[in-house]
Nanobody
């Protein structure tokens, strides 16, 4: 499956931003999709994931209550709505797809990756 992320940009602290990720190719082989991020000088970290068919979600503690992941199976698109953004949310955000849905996933659980979209939160 190929993934194309979009929607990044510059936003002020406390603001909102919505990311999208369109999937193409053999999407039927992937059961879970999610978002990761990599901030300046940091390792890539898990943000949120959702099971493609059932819509079960899982969030990192750092974004729980502020971010919402969703998907549209007809449009083959997943979304990340980010509210109450903080400076520490600044990162390149990557969408990813994997064969199984796991609780508390890591990057190794996903085998297809989008190109990343930059989110900058200014104070």
């Amino acid at each position: 499956v190929q993934l194309q992320a979009s929607g990044g940009g510059l936003v002020q602290v406390g603001g909102s931003l919505s990311l999208s990720c369109v999937a193409s190719g053999r999407t039927s082989s992937h059961y879970a999709v999610g978002w990761f991020r990599q901030g300046p000088g940091k390792e890539r970290e898990f943000v949120a994931s959702i099971s493609w068919s059932g819509g079960v979600t899982y969030y990192a503690d750092s974004v729980k209550g502020r971010f919402t992941i969703s998907r549209d199976t007809v449009k083959k698109t997943m979304y990340l709505q980010m509210n109450s953004l903080k400076a520490e949310d600044t990162a390149v955000y990557y969408c990813a797809a994997g064969a199984r849905f796991y609780s508390d996933p890591t990057a190794a659980d996903f085998d297809s990756w989008g190109q990343g979209t930059l989110v900058t939160v200014s104070s």
